[in-house]
Nanobody, 115 residues
Framework: QVQLVESGGGLTQAGGSLRLSCAASREVFSINSMAWYRQAPGKQRDLVATITRGGRTTYADSVKGRFTISRDNAGNTVYLQMDSLQPEDTALYYC?????????WGQGTQVTVSS
């Protein structure tokens, strides 16, 4: 089993920045892709950004130009740099690794953006 540990959430005001990280508990050699999702109370869980094994990235339209997904050189940690945060970005953020075509999820980290 692969465990993912998230950190970096918190409270900021509109226009602020936060950087989320998600690290695997052990070396992982067959990562197909990494992604970030978010879920606000009473709403569905939505895909925010993805990065593939080859480094290709995709973003939800709502965060394009403001968020950046990246991974470290070893490839076992994924980051989400969030700039120009807005109250609409307030949600519980989850990371996901696809390893050998199986999904592994982080525990979630809260991001709150005030006006």
């Amino acid at each position: 089993q692969v465990q993912l540990v998230e950190s970096g959430g918190g409270l900021t005001q509109a226009g602020g920045s936060l950087r989320l990280s998600c690290a695997a508990s052990r070396e992982v050699f067959s990562i197909n892709s990494m992604a970030w999702y978010r879920q606000a109370p009473g709403k569905q869980r939505d895909l925010v950004a993805t990065i593939t094994r080859g480094g290709r990235t995709t973003y939800a339209d709502s965060v394009k130009g403001r968020f950046t997904i990246s991974r470290d050189n070893a490839g076992n940690t994924v980051y989400l740099q969030m700039d120009s945060l807005q109250p609409e970005d307030t949600a519980l953020y989850y990371c996901k690794f696809v390893v050998n075509w199986k999904d592994y999820w982080g525990q979630g980290t809260q991001v709150t953006v005030s006006s």
